[in-house]
């Protein structure tokens, strides 16, 4: 069974940064995807990055673009979100997932097969 635990979440001011983590297990992961959505209070979940196997294309929602960055380690089946310049409206709850397809929308929640249980993001004004 493909678990994702995400950690890295917390307090922060604006300005600062936070490097959130997604361990991977119980799966394959040596194709397809994984990505970050992050869903605030009232709102629906939305996209925040996505990376393929490889490492060699990523895809980031434009409110995010120049501040964040997202990477993979997959020895240690483990991906990375560094979110840099962080302003109020990034607080959320970021949420790992995974998808075993490459093709496909990738800032589409319905490409996903797997998904974490989530980080609390607060950044302070």
């Known amino acids: 069974q493909v678990q994702l635990v995400e950690s890295g979440g917390g307090l922060v001011q604006a300005g600062g940064s936070l490097r959130l983590s997604c361990a991977a297990s119980?799966?394959?992961?040596?194709?397809?995807?994984m990505g970050w959505f992050r869903q605030a209070p009232g709102k629906e979940r939305e996209f925040v990055a996505a990376?393929?196997?490889?490492?060699?294309?990523?895809a980031y929602a434009d409110s995010v673009k120049g501040r964040f960055t997202i990477s993979r380690d997959n020895p240690k089946n483990t991906v990375y979100l560094q979110m840099n310049i962080l302003k109020p409206e990034d607080t959320a709850v970021y949420y790992c997932?995974?998808?075993?397809?490459?093709?496909?929308?990738?800032?589409?929640?319905?490409?996903?097969?797997?998904w974490g249980q989530g980080t609390q993001v607060t950044v302070s004004s």
């Open positions: 997932s995974a998808s075993t397809a490459i093709v496909g929308r990738w800032s589409s929640r319905n490409e996903y097969d797997y």
């Open positions: 119980g799966g394959t992961f040596s194709s397809g995807k």
């Open positions: 990376i393929s196997w490889s490492g060699s294309t990523t």
